[in-house]
């Protein structure tokens, strides 16, 4: 991944040390017009003689993602490393401005790959010259968190399979999970500042990838009721009581669509996992999730972990999660087969 001075933590951090605030900008709407412009000249040609107006009505009309949808979501405008935690700079966002001015790099790539070019020196990304300046271009940000169970003298983490047909960004690539984009969870306008918190998106998205139930990503009417409704009530009293911990290892861009992506990991007590999520569905409606023995997790051992780091198929930022994870073993306190 890409990262600057101060992005990757020295030390795991409680998720409460990444600062989130808040700027009020120009609403979502016809922004960011030269980008659009310039990644609009590398889409295919439809009937006649115009081409697709973005990127997103070409992936909605020529490759049937019909499901995608412009929901609202948090767009960082600035990221800075700070003494034991992470800053983050937000204002309001829309995910096709995202899949427009940001996801479309990795079009580009592989359109100079299937060419015979350098994937990494297209015309746009050259226009756009610092992948760390977020203010030329639209992006979300991923929440990737590796999942963890821990046990007496063991843990075993999960990966998941991303469905081929269904999704539209990481298809068919293996990842950590859960994973997701920072969003809030219907369309109210209530719901922009008060799911502005990033442990509902996570809780958000073990409901999703975990359990397979319907995902919330701001196109409802109801606001969650996260003290009440399954599993979120069960989540939150977990992270009340200790057994659920989730900490924060740092945040990057992603090589190929400099997206930002905050990578996180998660450790759950054997008893607390099995108890929310005694209905895992291990093949759900983004994807297969690899469970390992018993379903229990692949075993948490440098040689499971350097299998999937090693691994040409797994996410940048999967394996950032992995690797970062295992060199803080002893400060996350989870025993490994080389420390037993």
């Known amino acids: 991944m890409l990262t600057k001075a101060g992005w990757i933590l020295s030390a795991p951090a409680s998720v409460e040390d990444v600062r989130l605030e808040w700027e009020d900008g120009s609403p979502p709407g016809d922004r960011f017009g030269e980008a659009k412009a310039r990644a609009r000249r590398l889409l295919p040609w439809r009937t006649g003689a115009e081409r697709y107006p973005a990127y997103s009505s070409a992936l909605v009309q020529l490759a049937g993602r019909s499901q995608l949808y412009d ?7 600035a990221i800075a490393g700070e003494a034991n935690g992470i800053r983050l700079r937000f204002t309001q966002g829309r995910y096709f401005e995202h899949l427009d001015t940001t996801e479309i790099l990795a079009y580009e790539a592989a359109s100079r790959d299937l060419a015979g070019r350098t994937p990494a020196d297209g015309r746009y990304r050259r226009w756009l010259k610092d992948p760390f300046d977020l203010t030329r271009r ?12 821990t046990a007496a003298g063991s843990a075993g983490f999960y990966m998941h399979k991303r469905d081929a047909d269904q999704l539209a960004v990481g298809a068919g690539v293996v990842h950590a999970v859960p994973a997701g984009e920072f969003t809030p969870s219907d369309i109210g306008l209530e719901a ?31 606001p969650l009721d996260y003290d009440h409704d399954w599993p979120f009530g069960s989540l939150n009293e977990a992270r009340e009581s200790g057994g659920l911990r989730l900490y924060v290892l740092g945040v990057g861009l992603d090589v190929l669509t ?25 093949a759900g409606k983004e994807g297969t999730i690899i469970a390992g023995p018993r379903g229990n997790g692949i075993p948490f051992e440098f040689s499971n972990i350097s299998r999937y780091v090693d691994s ?3 996410r940048g930022a999967a394996k950032a ?11 996350l306190g989870i025993v490994s087969d080389v420390d037993s």
């Open 312 to 314: 040409e198929n797994t």
């Open 192 to 222: 922009i500042r008060a799911d502005f918190d990033l442990w509902r998106t996570v809780m958000r998205e073990y409901a999703e990838e975990f359990l397979d139930l319907e995902e919330a990503y701001g196109r409802g009417g109801r």
């Open 258 to 282: 400099w997206k930002p992506e905050l990578l996180l990991v998660c450790l759950i007590d054997e008893t607390v996992f099995d108890r929310i999520f005694a209905g895992m569905v291990t």
């Open 138 to 149: 639209s992006t979300g940000l991923g929440t990737v968190t590796l999942t963890i169970r």
């Open 321 to 331: 999660c992995l690797t970062l994870a295992w060199r803080h073993r002893a400060a």
């Open 71 to 77: 929901g609202d979501l948090y767009r960082p405008t």
